[in-house]
Every structure is written in structure tokens, then in C-alpha cells.
T-cell receptor, first 112, second 118 residues
Framework: KNQVEQSPQSLIILEGKNCTLQCNYTVSPFSNLRWYKQDTGRGPVSLTIMTFSENTKSNGRYTATLDADTKQSSLHITASQLSDSASYICVVSRSNDYKLSFGAGTTVTVRA | DGGITQSPKYLFRKEGQNVTLSCEQNLNHDAMYWYRQDPGQGLRLIYYSQIVNDFQKGDIAEGYSVSREKKESFPLTVTSAQKNPTAFYLC?????????????????FGDGTRLSIL
């Protein structure tokens, strides 16, 4: 079973609307959590990296939250644009061997 | 501009054939990685290298081989022993030699090579 579960698997939103993506993990002990954006046919690009002590981090219209107690993270996209159409991948690092566990991603489609 | 270049973008493999995927970086990063991406699954680590002339197996190394003769280059060979090679292959690098998950620096990815079987 994957140690990083993302939901929903996919979603469609209208341009200008907000949306929130979820990431639940069982990786332990925890080191850091990363969100990446992957456009179709391209490599992932880093959005945020959060350590245990950080519970919110923003990158433009992207805001990530982390609750290390419940092992949950969310990525909120504000005022979506057509260019936000992509797959968003959650990645969690383990602090004993620093292995990275990747979620399967959430595919976001923004429609005009 | 600094970055990671993967080539070719598309590659087709015949039965019994070995094929090599190229990965070059000009970011002066010590560490480089190869991942495999399949639909509906998270990225899986094939091989990684922390320094020149050294590399380690990842979670799914069987049927693959790598070399790291230069800091800038980390080619991946998909051998005929890999019976299910159809996938999207991603090369990445990071500024720190590892362990990679400890760093708060992100991995930088290339734009991938899509490998299919003829």
C-alpha cells in the first residue's frame, strides 16, 4: 500500500475558482513534505517544501498546509488559471533513511 | 539557462534490444536520479548517484543499468531483461549529495523520455 495517498484523483474547476487538494501519509518518522506541479509531458516542478515545524507555506496563488499530528497536507489553489491545469504530486521524506515516497498525484483541469 | 536535458523525448524498443536514455545537467549538482512514472502510480526510484563513479540501486533497479563517468551526465540503459519497459522516465538532480530526502532543497527534473515497445 502506498504510504502517500492523494485525493481526489482528478477534478475539474472553472477558471477563477478555488480548489483544495488533499494528501494523507503514513510515512514515519517524518522529515519534510513537498508539493510538485507536473504539466502533461513535462517533468515535475517544485512548489513548496515544508518541514515538521511549518504548517503553512505559500508560493504565489498556491498555499500548502501541513498537520504533522494528523499526517495530512493540503494544497490550495486560489483564483485558478488555465495554466494551473496539471498533475499535483505530494512527496514525503522519511527522517531515518530520507527515502522519498511519492503520491500518485491529483490531475486538475481548469476550464474557461 | 541551467537545467536538465533528457533525450530523446520519445524512444521505441524492439524485442531483445537494449536502449540508452540520456540525461545531462549543467546545474553543477552532485546528486542525480532516475525515476520511472507509470499511470496512476507515484514515481519509483530506479538508480541514484551521489558522486561521480558511484551509484546505488533504487527500489526497481532490475533490468536497468547506469553509469556516472562525468558529473554532468547520468545515462540509463534499459536492458532486454526489463520485460515491461513501457513508461515515462524522469531524470532529476539535487544540489546536495544526499541523503536526498534530508535536504530542504528541491530535486530538479528533466522533461522525461517516453519509452514504448515496438
Amino acid at each position: 500500500k502506498n504510504q502517500v495517498e492523494q485525493s481526489p484523483q482528478s477534478l475539474i474547476i472553472l477558471e477563477g475558482k478555488n480548489c483544495t487538494l488533499q494528501c494523507n501519509y503514513t510515512v514515519s518518522p517524518f522529515s519534510n513534505l513537498r508539493w510538485y506541479k507536473q504539466d502533461t509531458g513535462r517533468g515535475p516542478v517544485s512548489l513548496t517544501i515544508m518541514t515538521f515545524s511549518e504548517n503553512t507555506k505559500s508560493n504565489g496563488r498556491y498555499t500548502a498546509t501541513l498537520d504533522a499530528d494528523t499526517k495530512q497536507s493540503s494544497l490550495h489553489i486560489t483564483a485558478s488559471q488555465l495554466s494551473d491545469s496539471a498533475s499535483y504530486i505530494c512527496v514525503v521524506s522519511r527522517s531515518n533513511d530520507y527515502k522519498l515516497s511519492f503520491g500518485a498525484g491529483t490531475t486538475v483541469t481548469v476550464r474557461a | 539557462d541551467g537545467g536538465i536535458t533528457q533525450s530523446p523525448k520519445y524512444l521505441f524498443r524492439k524485442e531483445g534490444q537494449n536502449v540508452t536514455l540520456s540525461c545531462e545537467q549543467n546545474l553543477n549538482h552532485d546528486a542525480m536520479y532516475w525515476y520511472r512514472q507509470d499511470p496512476g502510480q507515484g514515481l519509483r526510484l530506479i538508480y541514484y548517484s551521489q558522486i561521480v563513479n558511484d551509484f546505488q540501486k533504487g527500489d526497481i533497479a532490475e533490468g536497468y543499468s547506469v553509469s556516472r563517468e562525468k558529473k554532468e551526465s547520468f545515462p540509463l540503459t534499459v536492458t532486454s531483461a526489463q520485460k515491461n519497459p513501457t513508461a515515462f522516465y524522469l531524470c532529476a538532480s539535487s544540489i546536495e549529495p544526499g541523503p536526498w530526502g534530508r535536504s530542504n532543497q528541491p530535486q530538479h527534473f528533466g522533461d522525461g523520455t517516453r519509452l514504448s515497445i515496438l
